[in-house]
C-alpha cells in the first residue's frame, strides 16, 4: 500500500531559462496559478456488424500539452517577454525641435516626455504658451509671429520596453514546488516551450486585487534529448527520498577492508 497523501496542496516558484543556452534560471516572481494541461487528437477505423457501423480501434494520432499560469510581476524583464518587445534605455540630454505653422489654442507634442528648461525664441512660458512638463506638451495661447519656431529643452532619459518588435523564443521551465499536506519537495523541469502572444494586460482594474496577466506556453518536444532517456523527450517530474542513514550500535565488527566516505 502506498504511503503517498492523496491530498496534495502545492506552493513553490517557477523559474524561466532561454532555450538553447546553458542554463541560467530567472525567477518570475508571484505566480498565483500553474498548470500542466495535457491535450491529444484520435482517430478511430469502424467495422460493419447487423449493418451498422461502430467503434473497432482508437488511435491516438497526436500528444500535446501546455502550462498555463497567472503572473502578478509586471518586471521589466517579464514584460519584455510576455510583449515580445526590447528593453530601450536613453539617458538624460539635451533636445531642440522645429515646428512649423503654430497657430493660437494649439498644443504640440516633443518628442521627449519628463523635460524642462523649455526656451522659445522671442515667446515666454505662461504668456505665449504653457508647458505640461511631464507630458512633454506645449499649449499656445497666442500665436507664434515666427511661421517656423526652434524649441530648446532638456530631458531626463527613461527606460522603457517596445511592444511587439522582437522575434519569439523558446523557454525551459523549471517548478520548485511543496506539497505542503505532506511538507515534501516536488521539481518539475519542462525542456522547451513556446510562450503564446498574451491576449490582454489589463491596466485599469476595478476590482480589490492586484491584477494578474493570463499567460499559455506550449509544450514541444527537446530533440536534444535522448528519446530513450528515462525522462524522455518533454520534461520530468520528481520527487526526492530521504537520506538513508546507517546507525552504528557499536556491535558491527570492522576489518578495516573498506573505506567509507
Not at 482508437?58 to 498555463?68: H, Q
Not at 521589466?76 to 510576455?82: A, F, G, V, Y
Not at 527613461?158 to 522582437?166: E, H, P, V
Not at 536534444?224 to 557499536?250: A, M, Q, T, V, W
Amino acid at each position: 500500500m502506498s504511503n503517498q497523501s492523496e491530498y496534495y496542496y502545492g506552493q513553490g516558484k517557477v523559474y524561466l531559462s532561454p532555450y538553447g543556452i546553458d542554463k541560467k534560471w530567472r525567477w518570475i516572481g508571484d505566480v498565483s496559478s500553474l498548470k500542466l494541461n495535457f491535450e491529444f487528437e484520435e482517430q478511430y477505423s469502424k467495422r460493419s456488424i447487423g449493418g451498422s457501423l461502430i467503434n473497432d480501434k482508437r488511435f491516438v494520432t497526436f500528444i500535446g500539452g501546455n502550462i498555463t499560469a497567472n503572473w502578478f510581476d509586471r518586471s521589466s524583464d517579464n514584460l519584455e517577454l510576455l510583449l515580445r518587445g526590447q528593453s530601450i534605455s536613453k539617458s538624460q540630454g539635451w533636445a531642440e525641435e522645429q515646428f512649423k505653422n503654430i497657430k493660437q489654442g494649439m498644443t504640440i507634442c516633443l518628442q521627449h516626455q519628463n523635460v524642462r528648461d523649455i526656451f522659445i525664441q522671442n515667446l515666454n512660458e505662461n504668456i505665449d504658451y504653457i508647458v505640461d512638463g511631464k507630458e512633454g506638451l506645449i499649449s499656445f495661447i497666442t500665436k507664434p509671429k515666427s511661421q517656423s519656431l526652434l524649441i530648446e529643452y532638456d530631458y531626463s532619459g527613461f527606460n522603457g520596453i517596445s511592444i511587439l518588435n522582437n522575434e519569439p523564443h523558446d523557454f525551459s521551465l523549471r517548478y520548485e514546488g511543496k506539497n505542503i499536506v505532506e511538507d515534501k519537495p516536488i521539481n518539475i523541469e519542462l525542456y522547451r516551450l513556446s510562450l503564446d502572444p498574451i491576449e490582454f494586460i489589463n491596466l485599469i482594474d476595478d476590482k480589490s486585487e492586484f491584477s494578474n496577466v493570463e499567460t499559455t506556453l506550449q509544450l514541444l518536444p527537446d530533440f536534444k534529448k535522448n528519446p530513450k532517456s528515462e525522462f524522455g523527450l518533454f520534461g520530468r517530474i520528481i520527487h526526492f527520498n530521504d537520506f538513508i542513514d546507517i546507525l552504528y550500535d557499536d556491535e558491527i565488527a570492522y576489518d578495516e577492508r573498506y573505506e567509507f566516505a
